[in-house]
Every structure is written in structure tokens, then in C-alpha cells.
């Protein structure tokens, strides 16, 4: 079964073609990254506009690349939520038409299961029940994954995600945006141990995370020692920070896999792509006999290959939309 996803939450316009769920036979990505560069961050008008510039050839291109006609298509799977509500609604609406005029069965499919989806590319023998560490610059979740398309949230932030702080303690690095590639980077060569960060705990839910106070703490760091004239030493700044981060996370997701009892453990979104946090829940995972899966690099960051890898599963499960379908900024995973 051939389904062609379409992404377009933020600033990536990508279009793929899917065969089952976990073969790529195209994958087409249209990036702005350097036009938002400009900007320090992702603005919504402009990546609006861009997606509408670049969504038809984008899909052109990524049936041509697969050599596959809109005939063979079984399915179209459309990011729907969450996103930028502008970008969102480029794809939606594109899908919604190409859906209209084809008669080929059109799959609303949520941000973040994608996400997760990307790891039946990257690890065909995956399969639910498993343990999902979520993580991106909006959102940081620990999901129980029961099934395909039935998941539980059972951690999360309560403030910021820890994309968000690793892009903030970047920029204010003067590092160029996206950050937090660069602060892993940079953090490769200094001392995880030279600057002693909080690490925020929520008393109340032993899952959930905190980042807002470390993202801070680090901040004022910086400025104290910009204003006392004191010359910091940065790639030991992006260690420091970089290990704290990482260390919340790794340390309630394994407290979780520990009291839900499972040994399954997987990662995905795009801070799944930072290096420490891969080798550290490798070794730990190694350690408590745990398998440990994690989507390949390529995969992690927005792209529409994840989009159709679990369009096809929604599609199986019998999630189709009509053309009232809708963009929504904000969604739960568990719907």
C-alpha cells in the first residue's frame, strides 16, 4: 500500500511516497531555514507564504522521484495538528483538494505520532507495546505507545519544551538559529561538569519536566558574566547545559519505563538528533537490559516520510477525513 504524506507544520515543506509503512520510496523536503535564520526563529507569515510557494512541486517532485503515478496512490496522510495554523492549513488544504479532484481517501495524522512513526522506518522490526521519549522544540512527552494509533501521555513539560531551551541558550550564545545543532556541536568540546545547573523537578508528577528554570539559570549566566566583563568559556556553557538537559530527561523516562515496567524504549522528534542524549539512554538502556530503539538522523527533524509512514497505520485503523477536515495548533496525542 503506496501513501503520500504531506507535512507542512512549520517551516519544512516535504511531500513523500511510503510503501506499508516503513519503506521510503521518495522523500522531498523544501527547507527555510536560512530565510528564517534572518530572523533568529520561525516567522509564521513567512513560512506560510513559502509553503504555498513550494508545496505543488514539492509533491511533483516527490511522485517522480517514487515513479509512481497518482493512480497507484492508496492514500494522502496530511499533518493536520499541531503546527503553525497558518503552515498547516498550506497542506491541509492542498490534500483536502488533490483528495477532492482524485478520489484517493485523504488521513488527517497528527505532528507527533509521526514522530514516532519515524522509528518503523528506521527500525522495521519495531513494534508497539513501547515507552516514547518525545522530543522537539515544542514539545517534550514521555508516551506510552500501546498500539499503533491508541498512545498515552504519561509525562510532560509543564513550561518549556527542551527544544525551546536549547534554541534559546543558543541564541543567546549568538549562535544562528536553529541553536540547539549548534550547541551540540559546540558542547562537543567542553566539560559537562564546569558550570553546576538546577536540574527543576515537579514534585507533584514525577513524570512531567521542567525547563524553564534551567533555561534561565543559564541565560543569567551568560548575562552576569557579559556584564561583570568575565570572558566565559562557551563550548564548557553548551556542555554544562547540554548534560542538564539531558540528564532530566533521561532520568524521569527511565524512572518511568522502571514503574510502568517496560523494556522498550524509544526516542523521536528533532532533539532525538542530539548526541548525547542518544549514547547516554543507549548505555543506560545496555545496562538495565532494556532494547533501545532511535530513529536515524535523517528522519528526525519534519519531514513527510514519517507523516506517511503513520498515515498508513491511521489508514488501517480506519481514520479517514472528508473535505471538512481542519488545521488545529494544538492537539493531544492521545486522540
Avoid at 493536520?80 to 488527517?108: D, E, M, Q, R
Avoid at 522490526?125 to 501521555?153: A, N, Q, W
Avoid at 480506519?318 to 496525542?333: E, F, K, P, Q
Amino acid at each position: 500500500m503506496k501513501i503520500l504524506g504531506i507535512e507542512s507544520s512549520c517551516d519544512e515543506t516535504a511531500a513523500a511516497v511510503v510503501e506499508d509503512g516503513t519503506r521510503v520510496i521518495s522523500s522531498v523536503v523544501a527547507s527555510q531555514v536560512e530565510e528564517h535564520k534572518l530572523y533568529g526563529g520561525v516567522v509564521p507569515e513567512i513560512a506560510s507564504r513559502r509553503h504555498a510557494e513550494a508545496i505543488v512541486p514539492v509533491v511533483h517532485q516527490a511522485l517522480e522521484q517514487a515513479g509512481t503515478a497518482l493512480a497507484d496512490i492508496d492514500a494522502i496522510a496530511v499533518t493536520y495538528a499541531p503546527g503553525l495554523i497558518g503552515a498547516l492549513l498550506v497542506g491541509v488544504n492542498f490534500a483536502k483538494g488533490l483528495s477532492l479532484s482524485t478520489g484517493i481517501p485523504l488521513v488527517p495524522t497528527h505532528h507527533l505520532r509521526s514522530h514516532i512513526a519515524s522509528n518503523y522506518i528506521s527500525n522495521p522490526d519495531l513494534k508497539p507495546p513501547f515507552l516514547c521519549l518525545v522530543v522537539s522544540g515544542g514539545h517534550s512527552h514521555i508516551v506510552l505507545v500501546e498500539d499503533y494509533t491508541k498512545m498515552r501521555i504519561i509525562g510532560r513539560t509543564r513550561d518549556d519544551a527542551a527544544g525551546e531551551a536549547f534554541d534559546k541558550a543558543a541564541r543567546t550564545m549568538g549562535m544562528p538559529y536553529p541553536g540547539g545543532i549548534e550547541l551540540d556541536k559546540v558542547a562537543q568540546n567542553g566539560n559537562p561538569l564546569a558550570f553546576k545547573l538546577p536540574r527543576p523537578v515537579v514534585h507533584d508528577a514525577p513524570y512531567d519536566f521542567s525547563f524553564s528554570g534551567l533555561k534561565t539559570a543559564v541565560i543569567n549566566l551568560i548575562h552576569n558574566s557579559e556584564q561583570k566583563g568575565i570572558e566565559i568559556n562557551k563550548p564548557d556553557v553548551c556542555a554544562s547545559f547540554r548534560y542538564a538537559v539531558v540528564d532530566c530527561l533521561v532520568t524521569n523516562f527511565l524512572k518511568a519505563a522502571e514503574d510502568y515496567n517496560i523494556k522498550r524504549l524509544v526516542i523521536a522528534g528533532g532533539v532525538s538528533a542530539n548526541s548525547l542524549l542518544r549514547s547516554t539512554l543507549a548505555e543506560e538502556c545496555k545496562k538495565r537490559g532494556y532494547e533501545f530503539y532511535m530513529p536515524e538522523k535523517k528522519w528526525c527533524g519534519d519531514n513527510a516520510a514519517m507523516v506517511g509512514s503513520q498515515g498508513y497505520y491511521e489508514y488501517l485503523s480506519g481514520r479517514v477525513a472528508g473535505t471538512d477536515l481542519n488545521a488545529y495548533a494544538t492537539m493531544s496525542i492521545e486522540v
